[in-house]
């Protein structure tokens, strides 16, 4: 018997088959968040946008130069993180869905990827009461995380896939015979 010297690394092993981190696609996985991101930035956040604009017209005035900040008052904030809290929880509930599994995990890791591209933008909000800017961190990486628990609770467990198969010789003279 021969005996591992005690500063081997530790031997890692592979998952059992039948866990979800054994059947996680990291391609997909990355699809999964990169597709739900561009979703909330590109057209959940203009839909919403607009829509805030169209239904509270007063809310949100007119900014007459690029130079000069208006503030929307505050219906309009509030509507505002209101909507970004829809937006994002509906992303994250997609980002678990298309995931497949661990989709809390995919809810969690968009809403961190938001989150940090709102403290980027933070600059922006120079003007805006403090409350905002905070709801404005928050909203976003909340419901990301949000609608990932939803996923993980709503949708069916995914159907388990073989991850490897031994094929022996017998096996395949089996086949062949019949």
């Known amino acids: ?24 696609n990291p391609v997909r996985s990355m699809a999964a968040v ?3 991101f561009l979703l909330f930035t590109q057209i959940l956040s ?8 169209v239904l509270m017209p007063g809310a949100f005035p007119a900014q007459p130069d690029e130079s000069t900040l208006v503030v929307p008052g505050t219906a309009g904030l509030v509507a505002m993180l209101a909507m970004t809290v829809v937006n994002s929880v509906l992303s994250g509930l997609l980002a678990g869905r298309i995931g497949r599994v661990m989709r809390l995990w ?12 709102a403290a980027i933008s933070m600059d922006a909000l120079r003007g ?6 905070i709801g404005y961190l928050v909203a976003p990486t909340a419901g990301a ?5 939803l996923a993980s609770r709503v949708a069916p467990a995914p159907a388990k896939r ?3 198969e031994t094929v022996t010789p017998e096996a395949t003279r089996q086949s062949d015979d019949s």
């Open 162 to 164: 073989l991850v490897s």
């Open 1 to 24: 018997m021969s005996e591992e010297p005690k500063d081997a690394e530790p031997r890692l092993e592979a998952p059992p088959a039948d866990s979800e981190l054994a059947q996680l």
């Open 145 to 149: 995380a949000l609608g990932g628990w």
């Open 128 to 133: 805006f009461p403090g409350w905002f800017a």
């Open 46 to 53: 203009r839909v919403g946008a607009t829509t805030l604009a």
């Open 106 to 117: 995919h809810g969690v890791v968009l809403g961190a990827i938001l989150g940090m591209f």
């Open 34 to 36: 990169s597709l739900t």
